[in-house]
Nanobody, 122 residues
């Protein structure tokens, strides 16, 4: 079992930066792939960024490439999502998820956090 808790969300202005954290517990977290997803009101949950267990492989949705950076510190059981140049369209609840194999798809992940709200005002 893996438990995930997101933190770091908040209300920011366009162009601001924000860092989200996903703290995992459970013996397999450090060897799990982790992904960040987001869901805006009335929209489907979408992939944002992913990272392999060794942190050697990262991948991003086109909409955030160059602005967001995913990283992990396995010693702290934490995955981060650094977000820069935020836009109103980045407003959503952000979720982290963990699974044996990461991908762009929701069903690749077995464990999910409850999410943290990010609101970007114009």
């Amino acid at each position: 079992q893996v438990q995930l808790v997101e933190s770091g969300g908040g209300l920011v202005q366009t162009g601001d930066s924000l860092q989200l954290s996903c703290e995992g517990s459970g013996r397999t977290f450090s060897i799990s792939a982790v992904g960040w997803f987001r869901q805006a009101p009335s929209k489907e949950r979408e992939f944002v960024a992913g990272i392999g267990w060794s942190a050697g492989g990262t991948y991003y949705a086109d909409s955030v490439k160059g602005r967001f950076t995913i990283s992990r510190d396995n010693a702290k059981n934490t995955v981060y999502l650094q977000m820069k140049s935020l836009k109103p369209e980045d407003t959503a609840v952000y979720y982290c998820a963990a699974g044996e194999r990461g991908s762009y798809y929701l069903n690749s992940y077995d464990y999910w956090g409850r999410g943290t709200q990010v609101t970007v005002s114009s």
